[in-house]
T-cell receptor
């Protein structure tokens, strides 16, 4: 059974640009969550989607947005990139709330 | 407020030693879920265990065991006879039932180094 797939694995952008990250969940999983991991702040929750609806949003500025498609695939977008957005962005899928979340390898975003 | 504290930032042991990773949580919910994840150097978070707040039974899975104590709000993880392959960052996480959301609140993680 294929795991959670995140693309791309690495990204280098400059300040002010925007970026879109993609996540394909495990087949049959309808819940997708996104997390940001940095050395200083650790793992922080960004959003959660279930059946194309955003169920929850973390404490991040409006520059961070996401969506989920009918096939459960999800994208997150960050606009007007800042140096502080450099991080590992992890996507996780699960069968539903409170079920174990299974994580992808992440997208490492570097802002120059 | 919801919070997970892993007071041990780094632990270093020699292979075959037993090691316990501590996790203390805070929540106002009476129904909640606790998780442990392992993050090896490759970066992917690997799910280890889930516990709900109504199940205080300890669990053993091979060399891994978990001790859940509601009285002290702790969910500690013990590795018996540690191996080099256990070297990783271990995260404890909390998910509250309120709002029917799966949002995970993570602790800061404990880096475990197992030396041969």
């Amino acid at each position: 059974k294929a795991g959670v797939t995140q693309t791309p694995r690495y990204l280098i952008k400059t300040r002010g640009q925007q970026v879109t990250l993609s996540c394909s969940p495990i087949s049959g999983h309808r819940s997708v969550s996104w997390y940001q991991q940095t050395p200083g702040q650790g793992l922080q929750f960004l959003f959660e989607y279930f059946s194309e609806t955003q169920r929850n949003k973390g404490n991040f500025p409006g520059r961070f947005s996401g969506r989920q498609f009918s096939n459960s695939r999800s994208e997150m977008n960050v606009s007007t990139l800042e140096l502080g957005d450099s991080a590992l962005y992890l996507c996780a899928s699960s069968l539903g709330p409170h079920q174990p979340q299974h994580f992808g390898d992440g997208t490492r975003l570097s802002i120059l | 407020a919801q919070k997970v504290t892993q007071a041990q930032t780094e632990i270093s042991v020699v292979e075959k030693e037993d090691v316990t990773l501590d996790c203390v949580y805070e929540t106002r919910d009476t129904t909640y879920y606790l998780f442990w994840y392992k993050q090896p150097p490759s970066g992917e978070l690997v799910f280890l265990i889930r516990r709900n707040s109504f199940d205080e039974q300890n669990e053993i899975s091979g060399r891994y065991s978990w001790n859940f104590q509601k009285s002290t709000s702790s969910f500690n993880f013990t590795i018996t006879a540690s191996q080099v392959v256990d070297s990783a960052v271990y995260f404890c996480a909390l998910s509250e039932a309120a709002g029917n959301t799966g949002k995970l609140i993570f602790g800061q993680g404990t880096t475990l180094q197992v030396k041969p």
